[in-house]
């Protein structure tokens, strides 16, 4: 008797997956070969000069095409099994668990991170790794979350919301450094503005939808930053404004003189306490922007932003203004974007219109994006694998080894990050988060597809 | 034929053009109170118009909407109002409006008239409840203290959204969705979405109901069902209706008071029983005698 081949294992054709995987190297040879099959140097007489890179070369397209070998051989009959199967009860129940218990996980790991770092690391190395990991990632999860009243939540397009973290940095810089208001003041008025500022850019824009949308806030955002380098006078222009007062702990400034911080705990002075201070200030922050979010959303207003993603036209039909809606959507976008700039530049205490580029749109609207729209765990985890990624980069000197010495990751970031959006697109197309949870409950909690939800016409 | 102190809405000399075309045409007519008044006619007669005349969706180019709430005697000061240039009177017992002068979103908040769309315009990706959540914006909004006080003080917001939560079950109740109040509205089947629709707007507390079309693809038993929700809103919830419909059988078993137009203008009003009978009504659905298109061409020197 002849046994039946099961039926569920699919057939592997390894000349074809051989086949595949020329194409794909041929393609990559073509793609990589203007980008890093060539280089311009600049020589000693200060000629440019045309150098090759053939083993780079060759690494990439040799990932490319094992790559694709892997994925035909091993990865897409493997994927074709388990999309037979339905998940094993076990596993949906601890998937159902670990999302249950994810938020406060993430909460006690946000809070305890400083301590954890210096644990692991000890107190010379923390500074970087909780300015740059933590800090870094948390004004984005900010922005982001931000962005996603405008975008997610009311689904109107904005490309230019850098300009409100601009208006918050420079409100901050200027008041500081002309009147010597503490950062604690300026905070709540930085964040006024920029929403007030919000208000302004929503005016005009009221009866653009969509494309048009997304055009007139791209131009907003480089109108803003183009004043800022021309009015000399009042923002320096290029060079940036600095010497920012940096925030003080209750009016006891992060110094090694005999008022400061350290001196008056009895501790022995190291710049780490500035850094976890200024962490704790982001993680404030950050709370907040999500707690008054949820609320909102629970509010009538943050339901009407929803609505008027949904449908505009019903909305008026049901007698809300939807002008106030699109208004207020704005405002409060802006605003916590005002916070984040005035933060930042107390941080950094240094800014520059480099800083507030369409490039920082683009990334604060990707995250949006990736996280999938009106999601908020989905902004966050956006957020750490775009601006955690970044910052991974600049660590990965072991590649230096492979690719040889004048490898330099962190120029590679663009790619992967073309690389990550093009996955996201293939098999998460409207985001990491794809459920929308309903922001009243009737009797029973049930998230709804996203299939379902608009994405909104601005 | 409504006495004319006894309406909720008096539509006056109605005349809409886009450009060159005149889709509405010197167009009087007045929906009764407590009545269901139908508003019929072939295709492209104008009646969507009309509606979007009255809700604020299209601005009048010449007529007066004149929308009334409470006590009669208010319809005195009409012509007051209008010649003073204002929007509305609104006294303790009683309201007048002029609907031709209020932007869309005020004449569902004030004037409380509310619609329905020919083409279902739920929330889809929004649940059922929150649906009719979002429905009861303006009263939610005071109670949430303009979101301040919701903010910063959950629970006192939580009890002011009690009311709104029992008036949803109220409507969920009386359309038999209450099972499915945490559905995305846009999983539910055609019908219940027309219905869930109509109460949506009747979440806004309206005096006067505009429905375009909410037989429109309804199965018989759901056109029945239908039926009884408009008889019920008409009698126990003290809201006049207005509908735009081509099911006949709807019209003719609901309607207190049927107005027919054909090419803008209005050639028929009265009750269901005078305009199924009138000439007019049956030339322009069904065409004349052969004998009266004849004898009309040789009027006008046209027959051989």
């Known amino acids: ?458 | 034929m409504t006495p004319a102190s006894d309406a909720v809405l008096r539509v006056e000399h109605l005349t809409m053009r886009f450009g060159g075309l005149i889709a509405v045409r010197d167009l009087s007519f007045t929906a009764g109170r407590s009545e269901i008044t139908a508003l019929i006619g072939p295709n492209g007669a104008g009646k969507t118009t009309v509606f979007n005349c009255i809700t604020g969706f299209y601005q009048p180019t010449e007529g007066r909407l004149a929308l009334h709430h409470g006590d009669r005697a208010v319809w005195e000061e009409i012509e007051a109002l209008t010649d003073r240039g204002d929007r509305s009177v609104r006294r303790p017992d009683g309201a007048l409006f002029l609907l031709e002068r209020l932007p869309d979103y005020l004449i569902t908040r004030q004037a409380k008239v509310a619609r329905t769309f020919q083409n279902i315009r739920l929330f889809p990706g929004m649940s059922v409840f929150e649906n009719l959540l979002v429905a009861q914006h303006n009263p939610l909004m005071v109670a949430s203290g303009f979101t301040f006080l919701g903010v910063f003080w959950p629970s006192a917001y939580g009890r002011a959204e009690k009311a709104a939560v029992e008036k949803a079950r109220m409507w969920l109740d009386k359309i038999g969705l209450t099972p499915r109040a945490d559905d995305p509205a846009g999983e539910l089947p055609y019908g219940d979405q027309r219905r869930l629709e109509i109460v949506r707007a009747m979440c806004t507390d309206p005096v006067l109901l505009c429905l375009d079309e909410p037989a429109a693809g309804l199965n018989p038993r759901e056109s029945t069902e239908l039926n009884q929700l408009l008889l019920s809103i008409r009698d126990e919830h003290a809201t006049s209706i207005l509908l735009i419909e081509h099911d006949m059988t709807v019209v003719m078993e609901i309607s207190d008071h049927v107005i027919v137009l054909d090419y803008g203008t209005k050639i028929s009003d009265g009750t269901p029983d005078h305009v199924r009978n009138d000439a007019s009504v049956i030339a322009a659905y069904l065409g004349v005698e052969d004998e009266e298109v004849a004898q009309a061409e040789a009027e006008v020197g046209l027959s051989p």
């Open chain 1, 1 to 458: 008797m002849v046994a039946e081949p099961p039926a569920s294992k699919p057939h592997v054709d390894v000349v074809r997956a051989i086949k595949d995987a020329a194409l794909a190297g041929l393609l990559a040879v073509g793609l990589f070969l203007p980008l890093i099959g060539f280089q311009t140097v600049t020589n000693i007489r200060n000629e440019l000069e045309l150098d090759t890179r053939w083993p780079l070369l060759a690494w990439f397209v040799a990932i490319v095409a094992g790559g694709r070998l892997l994925y035909s051989l091993a990865l897409a009959p493997w994927l074709a099994r388990r999309a037979g199967k339905a998940p094993s009860p076990r596993v949906a129940a601890f998937a159902a668990s670990f999302s249950r218990r994810f938020t406060p996980f993430a909460l006690a790991f946000v809070v305890l991170y400083p301590i954890l770092v210096i644990l692991f690391v000890g107190l010379g190395g923390a500074v970087k790794w909780i300015d740059n990991f933590g800090i870094q990632i948390l004004i984005y999860v900010m922005l982001g979350w931000g962005l996603n009243i405008v975008v997610g939540l009311a689904g109107l397009l904005d490309l230019g919301y850098v300009a409100f973290y601009a208006v918050g940095a420079y409100s901050y810089a200027l008041l500081a450094k002309t009147f010597g208001f503490s950062f604690w003041l300026l905070l709540p008025l930085a964040g006024t503005l920029a929403a007030f500022w919000g208000i302004l850019l929503g005016f005009p824009v009221l009866r653009l939808r969509g494309d048009y949308l997304a055009i007139v806030t791209l131009a907003f955002g480089e109108i803003v930053r183009l004043i800022l380098i021309n009015w000399v006078p009042v923002t320096n222009g290029y060079a940036g404004i600095s010497g920012i007062p940096r925030p003080t702990f209750l009016g006891i400034p992060f110094n090694a003189s005999d008022e400061g911080f350290a001196a008056t705990f009895g501790l022995e002075f190291t710049p780490v306490h500035r850094t976890i201070f200024l962490y704790y200030v982001i993680v404030g922050l950050a709370l907040l922007t999500a707690y008054v979010t949820v609320r909102l959303r629970r509010l009538p207003v943050g339901r009407a932003w929803e609505a008027l993603r949904e449908d505009e036209i019903a909305c008026r039909a049901l007698g809300i203004n939807t002008t106030n809606v699109k208004l207020t959507a704005f405002a409060m976008g802006g605003m916590f974007a005002g916070f984040a700039g005035s933060f930042f530049a107390a941080r950094q205490g240094f800014i520059s219109p480099e800083s507030f580029t369409f490039l920082e749109s683009a990334t604060i609207l990707s995250i949006v994006v990736l996280g999938g729209m009106g999601s908020q765990i989905g902004v966050a985890i956006a957020a750490i694998a775009m601006i955690g990624g970044t910052e991974i980069l600049r660590e990965l000197d072991f590649l230096k080894e492979v690719f040889g010495s004048d490898f330099d990751p962190t120029q590679y970031r663009m790619l992967l990050f073309g690389l990550a959006m093009v996955l996201i697109m293939i098999w998460k197309p409207r985001g990491l988060i794809a459920t929308r949870e309903p922001s009243a409950v009737f009797e029973r909690r049930r998230t709804i597809s996203v299939d379902l939800v608009k994405e909104g016409r601005g």
